[in-house]
Nanobody, 127 residues
């Protein structure tokens, strides 16, 4: 499984970015998808997760109300819309995939719960 993340960049505080992550193989709809981030000197942390059909989402407390995770199963792509960005949101953002059964809707906040990872895209928020 290959994941290709894109959309990172430099933005001023209060601005917005949308990250995308495309899965290279089908069936994309059999994978729960997550976004994680890692700032320099820090551990990788959970940001958001979306279920196979997009009906269930989870967010880290630090991004609730500002970030939105969505997916387009027809185009094998998951998105992370990031609004009201803060300097502390600066990090390399990674998308991750975990093949799940349709009834598995639990939150998966641990990086080791995901089997496939993208290469990361850098987000820098200036103050």
């Amino acid at each position: 499984v290959q994941l290709q993340a894109s959309g990172g960049g430099l933005v001023e505080a209060g601005g917005s970015l949308r990250l995308s992550c495309k899965l290279s193989r089908r069936p994309f709809s059999e994978y729960a998808m997550g976004w994680f981030r890692q700032a320099p000197g820090k551990e990788r942390e959970f940001v958001a997760q979306i279920s196979r059909n997009g009906g269930v989402t989870y967010y880290a407390d630090s991004v609730k109300g500002r970030f939105t995770i969505t997916r387009d199963n027809a185009n094998n792509t998951v998105y992370l819309q990031m609004n009201s960005l803060k300097p502390e949101d600066s990090a390399v953002y990674y998308c991750a995939a975990k093949r799940t059964i349709v009834t598995d809707l639990r939150v998966m906040m641990g990086a080791n719960e995901y089997g496939s990872w993208g290469q990361g895209t850098l987000v820098t928020v200036s103050s």
